[in-house]
């Protein structure tokens, strides 16, 4: 199982979410946080834009990674929102976002938090994983490709 699936579950995987930006998109993740996993929604949003006016989470192509530390988080968490019409997120080749992977981590969580970030980078660089998840019309199938998908292992 690759690091994200271990902290993503299927309840955490939401599409053709209705946010029109940015803020929006951050209020949901909030929502399903609190709702899911009894996370202060104000802490996640908070959070998450504390990350994001140290430099765009975009990654380009239509797919961004927002993420943040939260004080009193035991275990890292993930969810998956993709919203019905792109938004607007300064990505480095300005192309609208539609796939969010957000994550969550502990405050003191350092390379876990860059493992599982570099993994979720390294799924969504597959382009026909990517363009999968950019339209697949169930939440389910969503992820089940993420929890089926193999990371590159690594000869170090």
Do not use: Y
């Amino acid at each position: 199982m690759n690091r994200l699936a271990a902290i993503l579950p299927a309840s955490n995987v939401l599409v053709q979410v209705d946010a029109s930006s940015k803020k929006r998109a951050f209020e949901q993740a909030g929502l399903l946080f609190e709702n899911q996993h009894a996370v202060a929604r104000a802490t996640v949003t908070d959070n998450l834009f504390a990350r994001e006016r140290l430099g765009s989470t975009g990654l380009g192509h239509g797919v961004a990674i927002p993420h943040g530390r939260i004080k009193g988080l035991k275990n890292p968490l993930a969810a998956v929102i993709r919203v019905a019409q792109p938004i607007a997120f300064e990505a480095p080749d300005d192309e609208l976002v539609s796939l969010m992977i957000f994550l969550l981590v502990p405050e003191a969580a350092t390379q876990r938090h860059l493992e599982i970030l570099s993994e979720i980078a390294e799924l969504l660089s597959d382009r026909d994983l990517r363009e999968r998840l950019k339209t697949e019309p169930e939440a389910a199938k969503v992820h089940e490709l993420i929890s089926r998908w193999e990371p590159l292992k690594s000869v170090a």
